[in-house]
């Protein structure tokens, strides 16, 4: 799905479904006998417009239809969106996603409708900022306009998908933002009830000289490599320092920077040097450790403890989660007043 930088995801068509009563009169003498026809090509023809639409209509509020392909790009952009991180959906949470995908499209339309009766407006000004918005998110015009095309999308719908979010974000920001006041002691309470997710783990920060050394090499190859590791390892043992060493002849990238690797946790090297560096203390070296890279020294210059981010630091943070978290709240009240009186056919499956 085409996004912009303000989580647009939306593609709103405002078309209206208007059926006309057709009046079907037969002609003749009351007395004589009538020929057996078929259905009146007038209501066939109506019959086939609705079904037409329904087929592509993934609900109808109101009069207005959510497209199909609006609702079934939502579910794929959020399927993959999970599947990047590794989840699949099973089929009871497949049937789950579609019920919330179609209910929260409704839901939206809803509040659009609602804002537009109360005369509120979207400036066209405010439309092309995020419009290009969108486009910056591609290298250029051409790759931008063949990405509509591969996803059936127009500008126009862009257009009319930004301006309804647009208006539906001002509408519950100005409806609901001044009601909502966090307060100190609300962010204390949901920092200390969920410290797993202000806690720094333990950190390291070590430099290393690396001589290359393929896992499949030759013997002869290997065992040159192991020789001249050892013999750096006999010059650091000798009092030379480590970073001019490691400038002069490690082999890895980080050479430019005395063999710097900066700070790192747990999980982001590769495990035998993970062992390796995370036992040392500051400011020793390691023996010589292989890896798949070839034959390293290491040297701990930095170890940091686990801790827990300071509240001062997260505070912005946590305020503006339970501010997002009150006017969901609050919306989803208020939608639950005006729902109930609303048109609503559901056609997705």
Not at 296 to 311: C, D, G, M, Q, W
Request: proline share 4%; charged share 25%.
């Amino acid at each position: 799905m085409i996004t912009s930088k303000i989580n647009r995801g939306l593609v709103f068509a405002l078309l209206f479904l208007l059926i006309l009563p057709l009046a079907i009169f037969a002609g003749g003498k009351k007395d004589e006998p009538k020929e057996p026809v078929n259905e009146p090509v007038s209501a066939s023809a109506e019959r086939e417009s609705i079904n037409d639409i329904t087929a592509e209509a993934a609900a109808i509020v109101n009069g207005t239809i959510i497209p199909l392909k609006t609702y079934n790009g939502q579910i794929q952009a959020i399927i993959q969106q999970y599947a990047s991180q590794g989840v699949n959906f099973q089929d009871a949470q497949m049937a789950d996603l579609k019920i919330k995908v179609l209910e929260n499209l409704i839901d939206q339309e809803l509040l659009y409708q609602d804002a537009k009766s109360k005369g509120l407006t979207i400036a066209d000004s405010a439309i092309d900022t995020q419009i290009d918005a969108v486009k910056g998110q591609f290298p250029d015009e051409a790759t931008y306009k063949s990405e509509l095309a591969k996803q059936g999308m127009t500008e126009e719908e862009i257009r009319k998908d930004i301006g309804k979010t647009l208006l539906v974000e001002d509408y519950i920001t100005s409806k609901y933002g001044p009601t909502i006041k966090i307060e100190d002691a609300e962010v204390l309470k949901f920092y200390q009830e969920n410290s797993q997710y202000f806690s720094k783990p333990e950190q390291v920060r070590a430099s290393h000289i690396l001589i290359k050394v393929e896992p499949d090499a030759e013997d002869s190859v290997k065992k040159d490599a192991l020789n001249r590791i050892n013999a750096i390892k006999d010059r650091i043992a000798s009092g030379e320092e480590f970073s001019d060493l490691a400038r002069e002849l490690s082999e890895g990238p980080s050479n430019v920077n005395g063999g710097d690797l900066g700070a790192f946790g747990r999980g982001q090297m590769v495990k035998s040097f993970e062992d390796a560096v995370f036992s040392l203390n500051v400011g020793n070296v390691s023996d010589i450790v292989e890896t798949q890279f070839g034959y390293h020294i290491i040297k701990l210059t930095a170890k940091e403890a686990p801790s827990n981010v300071p509240i001062e630091e997260v505070k912005a943070q946590i305020v503006d989660h339970l501010t997002q978290v009150k006017m969901a709240e609050l919306i989803t009240n208020y939608i639950g007043t005006i729902k109930p009186g609303a048109s609503i056919e559901r056609f997705a499956k």
